[in-house]
């Protein structure tokens, strides 16, 4: 019964649930930060095989060492295409990245003296 006469008083007062919600000193207005920009895997792999033109083309690398490295270039394609077609996520871009450069350092590798 007292409960009905608090709850009555405040209905007359004028005061609603909407305005007697808590207030988080403003901080769920800011948006949050963006994310930060990661690079993108195409272009790197782009320029992996430009590398290994040049390296052939040179002599540093063998026909042999070049088709195995482009294999592994096209492996890594394959799998940005099957990723981007579920969605890529965070994860996902971070082991491709991570794969396009091992297969940088190996060509690389291969390419010195």
């Known amino acids: 019964m007292r409960n009905c006469g608090v709850v009555i008083g405040l209905l007359l007062a004028g005061v609603s649930p909407a305005q007697a919600q808590i207030w988080d000193g403003g901080r769920s207005a800011v948006p949050d930060p963006p994310a930060p920009i990661e690079p993108d895997v195409t272009p790197m792999l782009h320029d992996l095989r430009r590398d290994l033109r040049t390296a052939r083309r040179s002599g ?7 088709r195995s490295l482009r294999q592994q270039a096209a492996l890594i394609a394959n799998a940005e295409r099957r990723y981007r077609s579920a969605g890529l996520s965070a994860s996902e871009r971070r082991e491709l990245i991570a794969r396009t450069e091992a297969l940088k350092s190996a060509i690389d590798a291969r390419r010195t003296p």
């Open 60 to 66: 540093q690398i063998t026909r042999e060492e070049e």
